[in-house]
């Protein structure tokens, strides 16, 4: 089975910019969740969509969204981009419908901001 | 913030001797994992211990939870240099859904 694949991998843009990441999960997860991790805060939960829906967010500013597709694809958006926002930004399935199972990251997005 | 604390936040120890580190959370929990992460890459699973259990064994690996306490200890015995990499614990913060709290993590060096 094919992990989960992340693109892109690598992404520099400048402040005021947007940015979108995708995230394909591992075939018949349905869980697709969004994590930040910076030095300085560590790994941060952004959001989690199961079946299309997004089941629960952290706490983040409104200019992170995301969105699942019905094939449970998933991107993520930022926008108005800011230096603090340079992080890696990595994505997660999982099998399960609640946090009962582990789970699968890929290899991140790693995004700097200038 | 829900995000746990781990302790040490850097460990460095011989090829062959054990690693122990430390996790403390915040909130209730359904369960507590450890998550292992090689330099800038993505996070692989090691061990799921639940609520109600206290001690796990996998491999090399032994969990211990103590829920009065809000810790858990991660051992791993007989290091390899390939345990060279950051150590994880993430709690489900008492959530349902796929939200987990990482803590700040523990950096593992093993000499060969």
């Known amino acids: 089975k094919a992990g989960v694949t992340q693109t892109p991998r690598y992404l520099i843009k400048t402040r005021g910019q947007q940015v979108t990441l995708s995230c394909s999960p591992i075939s018949g997860h349905r869980s697709v969740s969004w994590y930040q991790q910076t030095p300085g805060q560590g790994l941060q939960f952004l959001f989690e969509?199961?079946?299309?829906?997004?089941?629960n967010k952290g706490n983040f500013p409104g200019r992170f969204s995301g969105r699942q597709f019905s094939n449970s694809r998933s991107e993520m958006n930022v926008s108005t981009l800011e230096l603090g926002d340079s992080a890696l930004y990595l994505c997660?399935?999982?099998?399960?419908?609640?946090?009962?199972?582990?789970?699968?990251f890929g290899e991140g997005s790693r995004l700097t901001v200038l | 913030s829900q995000q746990g604390e781990e302790d040490p936040q850097a460990l460095s120890i011989q090829e062959g001797e054990n690693a122990t580190m430390n996790c403390s959370y915040k909130t209730s929990i359904n369960n507590l994992q450890w998550y292992r992460q090689n330099s800038g890459r993505g996070l692989v699973h090691l061990i799921l211990i639940r609520s109600n259990e206290r001690e796990k064994h996998s491999g090399r690996l032994r969990v211990t939870l103590d829920t009065s306490k809000k810790s858990s200890s991660l051992l791993i015995t007989a290091s390899r240099a390939a345990d060279t990499a950051s150590y994880f614990c993430?709690?489900?913060?008492?959530?349902?859904?796929?939200?987990?709290?990482f803590g700040t993590g523990t950096s593992l060096t093993v000499i060969p």
């Open positions: 969509y199961f079946s299309e829906t997004q089941r």
């Open positions: 997660a399935s999982s099998p399960a419908v609640a946090g009962t199972g582990e789970l699968f």
């Open positions: 993430a709690t489900d913060g008492g959530y349902t859904g796929n939200q987990f709290y």
